[in-house]
């Protein structure tokens, strides 16, 4: 494996020039292709820490990103996006950004993600996050849910109800059924329901419709990242991601 390869060699030379003190920042320039990504890999995984690698651009961010799909660090890490707004804008109009955006925040904020990539403005720039609470919807075969209390807390996520699925942000109710296409979904999600009780979680193939996948849990992130669309209890505040680091810095290295 390129990254088992690349840590040995990294271990071998310039461990304690690089690796710097928890919060401390270290500029790394000229490094050829793919080793930016290895070398953020390579930290995050012999220090144990959360490592932010801020790219020049956002074209260079997606390119850093999909090197650590390359190297197989894709399960750790997230790209937090840009937003496309003007800073006293609220709303994300993009939304692929915002899903983006709410997912690398919820993923660090869980503890499932801590290698992400973003540029120095999405550094800075701040969204609505849940604090104490779920950014969104989790939901488990068997769960006692209604189909109209789910439609409605979509529609508060920011999710858009449509005649069909056809895209990310739609959701469609049909008889005991809602189709929905949340972010971070290959391919749209199938809930059905037996009075006021998930009975089956399905993922579906567009084109055809038929099912191509049971799941038992599937969650649902927001659309938009917007305090008042918060469908469940807890602290939701204006935060940039520099904020959140700054709270938790003895277990944060970053790289320019």
């Given at each position: 494996?390129i ?30 292709g793919a080793?930016?990504?290895l ?8 220090t ?24 197989g ?10 937003r496309?707004t ?26 499932r ?13 701040r ?28 529609q ?16 469609v ?12 979904h ?7 329901f037996?009075?006021?009780?998930i ?33 469940v ?22 790289l320019?």
């Amino acid at each position: 494996m390129i990254l088992d390869r690349f840590t040995a060699r990294f271990l071998s030379i310039e461990l304690d020039s690089l690796i710097l003190p928890p919060g401390e920042i270290s500029c790394v320039r000229g490094l050829p292709g793919a080793a930016p990504a290895l070398l953020a890999a390579t930290i995050r995984r012999e220090t144990g820490r959360c490592v932010v690698a801020i790219a020049a651009s956002p074209a260079d961010a997606e390119a850093m990103f999909a090197d650590f799909e390359a190297i197989g660090a894709e399960s750790r890490s997230r790209y937090l996006p840009q937003r496309e707004t003007l800073p006293f804008e609220n709303a994300d109009p993009h939304v692929e950004i915002s899903s983006r955006r709410a997912d690398a925040f919820a993923s660090l904020l869980a503890g499932r993600a801590d290698l992400i990539i973003t540029t120095a403005r999405g550094l800075i720039e701040r969204s609505a996050v849940a604090l104490e609470a779920d950014f969104g919807l989790k939901l488990a075969t068997g769960d006692s849910a209604s189909r109209d209390d789910l439609a409605e807390r979509l529609q508060k996520l920011g999710f858009e109800s449509r005649s069909s699925v056809q895209e990310l942000g739609d959701f469609v109710v049909r008889g005991g059924i809602i189709d929905v296409f949340p972010f971070g979904h290959d391919n749209p999600l199938r809930i059905e329901f037996w009075d006021d009780e998930i009975a089956s979680l399905r993922r579906f193939d567009l084109l055809t419709q038929r099912s191509i996948g049971r799941l038992e849990v599937a969650e649902i992130l927001p659309i938009v990242l917007d305090p008042s669309l918060a469908v469940v209890d807890g602290a939701w505040d204006r935060r940039c991601l520099l904020e959140l680091l700054l709270a938790a810095p003895s277990r944060t290295t970053r790289l320019t």
